[in-house]
């Protein structure tokens, strides 16, 4: 059941999950088309346009501050009555109708359009090897792989400590390793270390994390960024060189799933982003309207 703190329906045509450029063009060209849709951001969109000092080449608005360019597509989604809805997604899957979820609260979409951005953070070393070894994204997900066992958290942000509570829970260890300046909800029997990560290591499976001071013995390594990688956003999502793999119409290899922005790869520019949002709205509409053609 959607939560009723935000303003989420159930079900949607279509779900833009992404709010900066990409995702808001996006919105943009699904309102002019009359779609049923959510626009779903995480807090502050986008954090990259805020920190261009200066942008010279978003055509028709020369040396024009990052921060005044996210000033004007707020203002423009307001005049055409496009809320933003504060949610971030951890996964989508596939289906008639796709699932998204935060882990707690679940709604459907006809299609998705992705616009989530890249991240500039680095894989730490061994994370790709034993990824599904041990090595997750989403602990309430696996988390109960690891009952009884120890498991240890790398966490970017505050919303990464109901995670670890609720693994305080049901392991009978677990680690925290903070990314972040403050801590605000952490259950006591959580062990804090404020410590750089060196490495994961294990031959087949996890086996232990290696700090900077000490290593921890650990059945698994849970890395939870502000960012959640596409390819583990959506299981079977095929990437080319790191990026969503999309064709002209930003269609990727799942039908009803289009991709737009930097996460569909170089060129990194705000025309580009918003370019492609539009287009994949475009497409998403097409293929929406495929559809109802289908289903009448
Ligand atoms: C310092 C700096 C200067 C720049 N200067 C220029 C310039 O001068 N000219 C130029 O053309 N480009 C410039 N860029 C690049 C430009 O900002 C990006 O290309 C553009 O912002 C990409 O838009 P996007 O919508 O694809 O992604 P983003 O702007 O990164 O937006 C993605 C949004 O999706 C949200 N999101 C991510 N994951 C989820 C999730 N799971 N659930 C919900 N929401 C999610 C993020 O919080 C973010 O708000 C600059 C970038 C930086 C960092």
């Known amino acids: 059941m959607p939560d009723k703190k935000f303003n989420l329906k159930e079900r949607y045509e279509l779900a833009i999950v992404g709010c900066g450029p990409a995702g808001m063009a996006a919105a943009l060209n699904a309102k002019i088309r009359n779609k049923d849709f ?10 990259k ?42 996964a989508i899957y596939p289906g008639e109708p796709f699932t998204l979820t935060d882990n707690k609260v679940f709604i459907q979409a006809d299609a998705v359009i992705i616009a989530t951005g890249v991240s500039a953070q680095k894989l730490f070393k061994g994370e790709a090897e034993l990824l599904g070894k041990g090595v997750g994204y989403c602990a309430t997900c696996d988390g109960p792989l690891y009952r009884n066992k120890t498991v240890a958290i790398i966490a970017y942000e505050p919303e990464a400590e109901d995670e670890a509570n609720y693994l305080a829970g049901i392991c009978s260890q677990v680690f925290y390793i903070p990314y972040y300046q403050e801590i605000k909800r952490l259950d006591e029997r959580i062990i804090v270390k404020k410590s750089k990560v060196k490495e994961i290591s294990g031959v087949t499976q996890v086996e232990k994390l290696v700090l900077e001071q000490e290593d921890l013995a650990v059945d698994a390594v849970f890395i939870l960024r502000e960012y959640v990688p596409a390819e583990q956003l959506v299981p079977g999502l095929e990437m080319e060189k790191g990026a969503i793999k999309v064709n002209h119409n930003l269609e990727t290899n799942i039908p009803g799933l289009f991709a737009a922005g930097d996460c569909t790869g170089q060129l990194y520019q705000l025309l580009k982003a918003a370019g492609e949002g539009a287009t994949a709205a475009l497409s998403a509409v097409k293929y929406l309207d495929g559809l109802k053609g289908k289903n009448q």
């Open 38 to 47: 959510v626009l779903l951001g995480q807090e502050f969109c986008s954090p």
């Open 49 to 90: 346009l805020a920190k261009a000092a200066q942008v010279d080449n978003f055509l028709g608005f020369p040396e024009i501050k990052g921060e005044e360019l996210r000033q004007r597509f707020l203002q423009h989604l307001k005049q055409m009555q496009i809320e933003i809805v504060p949610w971030k997604v951890t």
